[in-house]
């Protein structure tokens, strides 16, 4: 369960308590978040809103580090800073270790690996200033065409996903960040995304307990520090049956937050919402009442306010008695909790990551990437037996390639070539383009780069009709491999293509492993940790 307070920071949270205004109470339920590092931005702001917890982004993480320093010397109460570092503290840009998408964790299905990064993610977090994380995801992956779960996700069984979860949130608590658990009531029913809508957890509440339960119950009991609902609704539990797309999101249903989570599940830890600016969340409420209604409902932080709007709209909403000066308090208590838990009222120096501790970090990365890789289907000869000096392509199918943070799979490219293969590269070829460059080349990489990304509402992988060709390829070169560096239920979709490998993500460490694999150098022995969908006759419900 939740770690008790220690006298001296319960004293802290009491006296600060007491100390505060309702604006500064108020204040204390914010969570700004600007994509900007100017002083001259936020000190103002803090004049105006004391708010209680504020992200942002710097051009490197030295950067952020002295901008979190200066920020955190001029608040009057020590702010909570949080970070997604959902695989590595490398998601802060250039910086810290980058593992394996959690769906790789979940392959590889190592505790102590899961140990070493969450110790590593803590420390590199810590380093730069941010003390909260979002981080485990612990959804369960059941429906393959969820766009938003998917690689985020350890698999869809409760019971690895609850012991890695656990295991990961522990050794990132234990050196001094809270680790927040998303995204409650579990996602990954739905095929939608609340980005774009309310989805929905359409499970009958005694099978939700059977699963998702199991899990929430897993991580409550191991002590999370925080939790992460989503604008994600759960009309059996909440009592719409009828109509469940009329069930409200998680983020502003009281019998969700309060009746479920805090009362039959027993948590006592801070509740945070989802992002605040998520249509599933926007097109619920007037714009002026969403605020109100989820601090109400049992919301104790809310993620992303709109610091010159959101501070007035709870401030009114309290002089117009739709939300009680004792809840604003109740949240207020429970923010000052889980920084006093974080000891953030001590004046504490953070050493950077020691050369030791760098080295042994960037092994385990790469030691959980060996680990994950998955043989979804190989005929004959997995490996290819190179010599040095043969001519490869390599081809990356996917329209998010550039945009995720390792240009076109760069990496996989530089270790072909370290190994004394000349290299050409296709990124979304036409068919016509993939057949000219296959007629000179000795081996042929198909690599699919298709990974969870807000709002794009398809996790399938996607072509035209002039760049298809890629799925045939291998009909008319002997040597082609496919790699799913990103959801492995492609699976289901391509034809029975002689080689494909799941590797669960393009973090570089992944990308390096499946060449390992691909090459002969190590065998691949992680375990598919999601169910493939199955084609069968049955009837469609068409009455």
Known sequence: MLQALTTQQSQWVDKTLS???????????LCISQFNDSMDYWLPLMEKVPFGAARARSETAEGYRSFLSELQQHAAIPLLVPANMEHGAAELRGYGTEFPWSMGIGAANDEVLVATMGEAIATEARYVGVNWLFNPVIDLNYNFNNPITNIRSMGDDPARVSRLATIWLQAMQQRGVAATAKHFPGDGIDD???????????LPFDQWLETYGVVWKAVIDAGVMCIMPGHIALPDYQGYQAHPEDAPPATISRKILVDLLRQELGYDGLIVSDNASMIGFTTRAKAEDLVV????????????????????????????GRVSEDRIYEAAKRVLEMKARLNLFEDVTVSAPSQEQQVRFQDAAQAMAD???????AGDDLAF????GEKALTVTIGNLAPH?????????????????????????????????????VDLIFVNLDNIPFATLANIRV??????????SIYRTHPKVAYTAFGSPYVLHELPPVPRLLGAYGNSGCSQRAAVKVLLGEIEPVGTLPVRMPKVEIKRWPID
Do not use: C
């Open 19 to 29: 100390g505060l205004s309702l604006e500064e109470a108020v204040g204390q339920l």
């Open 192 to 202: 939608r995304d609340q980005h774009l809508i309310t989805t929905i957890n359409s």
């Open 293 to 320: 209604e989820s601090i109400a409902a049992g919301i104790d932080i809310y993620l992303n306010a709109v610091p010159e709007h959101d501070f007035d709209r709870l401030l009114q909403g309290v002089h117009d």
């Open 371 to 377: 680990k994950s890789i998955t043989v979804l289907r």
């Open 385 to 388: 037996d190179i010599q040095g």
């Open 404 to 440: 995720m943070g390792h240009g076109d799979l760069d990496v996989f490219d530089q270790e072909l070539r370290e190994r004394g293969l000349q290299v050409e590269h296709l990124l979304n070829p036409t068919s016509d383009e993939l057949r000219q460059k296959a007629e000179d």
């Open 462 to 471: 996607t072509d035209t009709f002039r760049t298809w060709g890629w799925r």
